[in-house]
């Protein structure tokens, strides 16, 4: 696997290998020694046009737990504010030879362009409404961890679908994986066609009591340019997850950061069925088992491999696995 | 298997690993501070079958691990696929014992330095000492091991086939040519 650019571009056993890496790379932390040297002398550049400070620390973490040097650029305060394009940046930044780069961006297909200008590995850390890929692998890493199996799970993702990164790329993981996904929302907030992505939609969370995983979603007020919904209290009265609507043996998760009392009540985030904590953990053994899985096989120095690169390459390896 | 040949049977295999644990008892006289580590995936299996033995022998528990190399190893750049990884156990204190790192087959000698690294970062061993079912030669790197089960001479294209019970149908080491591949495959034995 060259990039990580989309859940698409992964078949259920490439996400199995992903996820078997993860549980491996956990006891990597429990130790005296919290590193291993797979990635020494590889430079991972962490280029972020967006706020984040979860996604951006456990990308850093992840990258120096495997012994890797990392670089953090920020847009803000770098010559992105003088006027410099994205192309410029990653052609400048390339000068310095990154193994990979971790991007996040608000623009809907960023990373899959800079993958064309760079021989460096490209890990979409989110691209505008498009994708959120690593989110989705640590959120069925964590899954995974409670419940196991996904083969036939009930997942209602609840909430701003319309904006978010995290729902398209964690609808696609989880039917991947042989999850039923149902996503709700206000309809200003479910994208038209989303049932194509082979979900079912609902309007209402009358049914919620079906789901065994409901996963919120952030009001994304940041992203909102018109009036979705007449206000947040509205929104709430309507579609907050709280002890009213949700069973004690439903797991609840969200991405992060709550907004407390509009997505989410209180009382739900900080009950035992809530594993947004367990979320946020998995991200830096997820983000390091995709670092190894993208940068393992490429020779030093980057540089693509011939036989590396087309998606196809996805499917051979798990075939050669097999 | 055409062009495979038999060097250590079930019964033979089971024979080594007994002298094996007798000269392992033979050469410390501390065994309170002794401790077994397993190279996966082969290597785990047989240390774990040393495990027993050696409590037998001994009648005083020893510690048993087995850690997996892929994260230590220094041909990332030169493999095509990241490899399938095992977690570690590794569950007591390593500093102030001797270690006895166990292994099925020591070719290169590139998997002991990528298995001693790994155990470093567990803690300080007093001392680490080397067992393989095998000794093919062919040594890229200054090991030694201290307890050989056999001793095999083999051609460099050669391929030395272990199976375990555990993880294969039998307990069997073969030889094969090199430019075949066996029915079965064993990780590559470094």
Known sequence: MQHLLSIADLDRPAITRILDRAVALTE??????????????RRVLNLFYEASTRTRASFELAAKALSADVVNFAASGSSVEKGESLKDTVLTLSAHRPDAI??????????????????????????????HPTQALLDLHTLRQRLGDLDGAKIWIVGDVLHSRVARSNILAFRTMGAEVTVAGPPTLIPRGIEAMGCEVRTTLDDL?????????RMQHERMHQAFVPSLREYAAWYQVNSRRLRP????????????????????????????????????????????????????GAGP????????????????RA | MPGSKVVLDGDDMRRTLVRIAHEIVEKHSEPERLALV????RGAVLAARLHRLLVDLLE?????????????RDDLAERREAPVVLASHVDFPVDGRTVVVVDDVLFTGRTVRAAIEALFDYGRPARVQLAV??????????????????????????????????????????????????????????
């Open chain 1, 28 to 41: 990597v932390g429990e130790r005296e020694v919290k590193k291993v040297p797979a990635l020494r002398g």
């Open chain 1, 102 to 131: 971790v991007i996040r961006t608000p623009w809907a297909g960023s990373a899959a362009l800079v993958a064309g200008w760079t021989d460096a590995a490209i890990v979409n850390a989110g691209d505008g409404k498009h994708e």
């Open chain 1, 209 to 217: 009591g079906e789901a065994d995983v409901v996963y919120a979603l």
């Open chain 1, 249 to 300: 043996d439903q797991v609840l998760m969200h991405p992060g950061p709550v907004n407390r009392g509009v997505e989410l009540s209180g009382e739900v985030v900080d009950s035992p069925q809530a594993v947004i904590t367990a979320q946020v953990a998995a991200g830096v053994v997820v983000r390091m088992a995709v670092l190894y899985e993208v940068l393992a096989g490429r020779g030093r």
């Open chain 1, 305 to 320: 491999t011939p036989e590396a690169g087309a998606p196809a390459d996805v499917a051979a390896i798990s075939e050669a």
């Open chain 2, 38 to 41: 397993g190279i996966h995936r």
């Open chain 2, 60 to 72: 005083v528990e020893i510690p048993l691990g087995d850690i997996d190399i892929s994260f230590y």
């Open chain 2, 133 to 190: 079912l095998v000794d093919r030669g062919h040594r890229e790197l200054p090991f030694r091991a201290d307890y050989v089960g056999k001793n095999l001479p083999t051609a460099r294209t050669e391929r030395v086939n272990v199976h375990v019970r555990g993880l294969d149908d039998r307990d069997e080491v073969t030889i094969s040519d090199g430019s075949r591949r066996p029915a079965d495959p064993t990780p590559e034995d470094a």
